[in-house]
């Protein structure tokens, strides 16, 4: 594929993506491992999301965000003159996932926006401590290095793509108090878009992301690896159907990402796809059914853990899981017969 742009000065770029992990690496079917015990340990769903990398599951939070938005921008650093003229529709741009709602404060000038490979300089600031994003002016690379994996990596390419050359904007989070964060982009190079890339081009890539992804997952970090794994999926499903097999394996790490993020719904929805393309894919049953678990779906969760067991009798992570499921649901079951008693006892 074409090498990265250059910037003004003629230096290469530094972000070069890593190409680490083996080709057909596959992430186990647990997901945490007590030293005594055998691989198969049963996965225990202890971690929670980061709220600034969730997308809003209520449609008009967007829309608080934007009044938040308004009545702060008032007290932040920034251009008097620009700050005094009056809010308009024009001047907000709201993420399409809800994860954030921009502010335009300066105009940029131009149409073009970057796009994947443009190297862009920009300065942030009021971003909190230890997000990974430093202070003052620095060059980014869109889809390419690993600023991109940081706590707000993701957040800040969404906002990039959609700033023109000059434009300084102020971003409103879900779930965060006090001033917006604010982002300037002084300049970029020129990139390309997702369609102009060859489908050789958009595979090599997904494949460096798969790699990277597994690299995050297997030191404990599975927001980035979730990142990662859902970057490469949305290159590969631009492909012409059925799509690289790729997509399975992804689909099936993505999920157990979002199992130890706290987010079974998504990764039930992952599991699916996956049994779409492979009804037997037992990793995928096995999540899906501690998907269905946590969501309290516990006859669709024996139904796929029983379907585990009977390919892999020995399996010992769904043995155990499946061991839960049947206790709750005697729970349940005895908590519905003393609620019936009460009402016509």
Same mark, same amino acid.
Request: hydrophobic content about 30%; charged content about 25%; proline content about 8%.
């Given at each position: 594929?074409?090498?990265?742009?250059?910037?003004?000065?003629?230096?290469?770029?530094?972000?070069?993506?890593?190409?680490?992990?083996?080709?057909?690496?596959?992430?186990?079917? #647990? +997901?945490?491992?007590? /030293? @005594? *015990?055998?691989?198969?340990?049963?996965? &225990? $769903?202890?971690?929670?999301?980061?709220?600034?990398? #969730? +997308?809003?599951?209520? /449609? @008009? *939070?967007?829309?608080?965000?934007?009044? &938040? $938005?308004?009545?702060?921008?008032?007290?932040?650093?920034?251009?008097?003159?620009?700050?005094? *003229?009056?809010?308009?529709?024009?001047?907000?741009?709201?993420?399409?996932?809800?994860?954030?709602?921009?502010?335009?404060?300066?105009?940029?000038?131009?149409?073009?926006?970057?796009?994947?490979?443009?190297?862009?300089?920009?300065?942030?600031?009021?971003?909190?401590?230890?997000?990974?994003?430093?202070?003052?002016?620095?060059?980014?690379?869109?889809?390419?290095?690993?600023?991109?994996?940081?706590?707000?990596?993701?957040?800040?390419?969404?906002?990039?793509?959609?700033?023109?050359?000059?434009?300084?904007?102020?971003?409103?989070?879900?779930?965060?108090?006090?001033?917006p964060v604010r982002l300037t982009l002084a300049s970029f190079t020129q990139g390309r878009d997702s369609w102009e890339l060859e489908d050789t081009e958009k595979e090599a890539l997904a494949r460096e992301e798969r790699a990277r992804g597994t690299e995050l997952f297997r030191a404990g970090n599975p927001e980035g690896a979730a990142r990662c794994y859902a970057r490469a999926l949305r290159l590969l499903l631009t492909l012409p159907p059925p799509g690289p097999p790729e997509r399975t394996v992804l689909h099936a790490n993505l999920a157990a990402c979002q199992l130890l993020l706290g987010q079974p719904h998504l990764a039930a929805q992952s599991c699916d796809r996956v049994l779409e393309r492979e009804p037997g894919h037992i990793k995928a049953l096995y999540r899906r059914g501690v998907a269905q678990a946590a969501l309290g779906n516990l006859e669709k969760a024996m139904t796929d853990l029983k379907k585990v067991l009977a390919v892999d009798p020995k399996n010992r992570a769904a043995q155990e899981e499946l061991g839960k499921v049947i206790i709750q649901g005697k729970k349940q079951d005895a908590g519905l017969a003393q609620g019936l008693r009460k009402m016509f006892g």
């Open positions: 594929m074409d090498t990265p742009p250059v910037n003004s000065m003629g230096e290469k770029d530094r972000c070069q993506p890593q190409q680490q992990g083996e080709k057909n690496f596959e992430l186990p079917t #647990q +997901i945490r491992q007590h /030293p @005594q *015990e055998s691989p198969t340990e049963i996965l &225990e $769903l202890r971690v929670s999301p980061d709220s600034a990398s #969730q +997308i809003l599951e209520n /449609p @008009q *939070e967007t829309e608080k965000l934007a009044a &938040e $938005l308004e009545k702060d921008s008032a007290k932040s650093h920034g251009s008097a003159s620009a700050m005094s *003229e009056p809010l308009q529709a024009s001047d907000l741009w709201y993420c399409p996932d809800g994860s954030f709602v921009k502010k335009i404060v300066v105009r940029g000038h131009g149409l073009d926006k970057p796009k994947l490979g443009s190297r862009c300089r920009v300065q942030a600031s009021g971003f909190p401590l230890g997000s990974g994003l430093p202070e003052g002016w620095t060059e980014l690379t869109v889809g390419l290095g690993p600023w991109r994996e940081e706590t707000w990596g993701e957040l800040i390419e969404k906002c990039l793509e959609s700033m023109c050359q000059g434009e300084e904007a102020e971003l409103q989070l879900p779930g965060r108090s006090g001033l």
